[in-house]
């Protein structure tokens, strides 16, 4: 495939999307209202503590107490915070209206291995709401052998996300024996299949990871992927177009260097991405670094 066939894309915008009035209404409060403010999103996540358990907390031990996290999506102008139902419940009430939540409502611990990956509820749509946050956050584990029960859970979460009008966002997260016999979780394949995926199951946003093109892993890939030939801002745009008409927000995953990181958060909005979810790499560092590192993510989007 020529680098030529992907060209950029156009970033979606609300009117393009075929919303209720209550999505519409909470999704322009992360738009435009909080964090970037012109029509881009930058989150802050942090549902680590249940995915990952509390070894991210070690670089930076002040993060371990969400209040952190809180003051810093308050000070340095997030467009929202991701929380699990309990730390919602026990850190939100100080920063409600002033810190817009995203409120995740499955999860697991990566205790067991991810073979047969599977999040279980642990909140609902109805918490979100009376919690007053304005999004869901789902887990879906695109190619996971159970992803029979897995989509059949998301299809319930979506009827009554429509019906309470709140926008979902899906992490979409290849994972799987089968994903890993294809190539791994990162490759240019599952990434993008776990794009579309999102838009085909009706999620609003996607939240995906940046897609790798290794070349030791190429003949896994299958066709047409593994004669494909982009540099990474095509992948990134490719992905952003399998999406389709379903938002794309970028996640920085681990923490990387801040060029690395800024150049990575360059390419994912010059693609047309809506927005990025940057978790580690922010509050992984002390208060007055983490300001800084935000300022300057917002400063990019803000150039756009």
Not at 261 to 271: D, E, F, G, I, P
Request: with cysteine.
């Amino acid at each position: 495939m020529s680098p030529t066939m992907v060209k950029a894309n156009a970033r979606l915008t609300l009117d393009q999307m075929d919303l209720s009035t209550g999505k519409k209404a909470r999704l322009y409060r992360f738009l435009y209202e909080h964090g970037p403010g012109n029509g881009t999103m930058l989150f802050l996540p942090i549902d680590q503590g249940l995915e990952h358990g509390p070894l991210n907390f070690f670089e930076n031990p002040e993060s371990a107490d969400p209040d952190f996290q809180c003051r810093l999506a308050l000070e340095a102008g997030y467009s929202g915070i991701v929380f699990h139902i309990g730390l919602a419940e026990k850190y939100m009430k100080q920063y409600a209206g002033r810190v817009p939540l995203c409120l995740k409502i499955n999860g697991k611990t990566n205790v067991p291995s991810d073979d047969n990956a599977f999040s279980p509820l642990t909140g609902s749509v109805e918490d979100a709401v009376r919690l007053g946050a304005d999004a869901v956050g789902y887990t879906l584990y695109v190619g996971s052998p159970s992803q029979d029960r897995d989509i059949r859970q998301f299809n319930e979460v979506r009827k009554e996300a429509e019906r309470f009008g709140i926008p979902t966002i899906m992490w979409a997260y290849p994972r799987g024996t089968a994903i890993e016999a294809k190539g791994g979780r990162d490759s240019l394949y599952a990434v993008d299949y776990a794009a579309r995926v999102a838009c085909e199951l009706g999620a609003d946003v996607v939240k995906i990871n940046f897609p790798k093109i290794e070349s030791a892993q190429k003949d896994h890939y299958p066709k047409p992927y593994n004669t494909v030939d982009l540099g990474f801002e095509e992948t990134v745009q490719k992905v952003v177009r399998s999406a389709g008409r379903t938002m794309v927000l970028f996640s920085g995953g681990s923490k990387v260097g801040d060029e690395d990181l800024l150049s990575k958060a360059q390419t994912a909005m010059n693609a047309g991405a809506t927005g990025l979810i940057f978790g580690r790499n922010m509050w992984q560092r002390p208060m007055n670094e983490a300001l800084s590192i935000t300022a300057r993510v917002k400063d990019m989007m803000r150039s756009l």
